[in-house]
């Protein structure tokens, strides 16, 4: 009969087998905790980037949608002022009871001055649209368009 007893196996595989110890396990989840804690450090300047990158794709389609219509409208038929309401995606809503994040007004001038020219052209328009939002404190955005008048 054999007379190594069973605890005696066990203690021999235990010796010879490869693991980590106790110490290499808590330097790695220090280590680990560490290069997350960073992470998760950068998590609020991703986010705000990330609205802000948001609210610029919508101004963006609001100022297109805008021009859109005006250069589709007939030059003659081109109003002075006009205020428009959109939600938070830019899509246009009929009126502001409709629970809007941005309005937008445009105000149009049909005499531009051009650079070199002796008299305002009368074949340009300028249109100046403004967007604001009050849902956000002070919130303002102007962007300027030109547009020709067809022949």
């Known amino acids: 009969m054999n007379s190594v ?13 490869t693991a980590f110890s106790l110490v290499e396990v808590i330097l790695a989840l220090g280590v680990f905790t560490f290069a997350l804690m960073g992470l998760i450090g950068l998590l609020p300047m991703g986010l705000s980037n990330l609205k802000k990158a948001i609210d610029t ?9 805008i021009s859109n219509e005006l250069s589709q409208t007939e030059y003659d038929q081109i109003p002075d002022f006009a205020t ?5 995606n830019g899509q246009i809503l009929s009126n502001s009871s409709d629970g809007y994040i941005y309005a937008a007004q445009f105000t149009a001038s049909k005499s531009t001055a051009i650079l070199g020219a ?33 022949n």
């Open 5 to 17: 007893l069973p605890q005696a196996k066990n203690a021999r595989f235990w010796q010879d087998s």
């Open 57 to 65: 794709t919508t101004e963006a389609r609001i100022v297109q949608r």
């Open 84 to 88: 428009y309401y959109f939600d938070e």
């Open 118 to 150: 002796s008299a305002p052209s009368t074949n340009l328009t300028t249109v100046v649209i403004t967007i604001t939002s009050p849902k956000k404190a002070k919130y303002t955005a102007t962007y300027t368009k030109w547009i020709a008048k067809k």
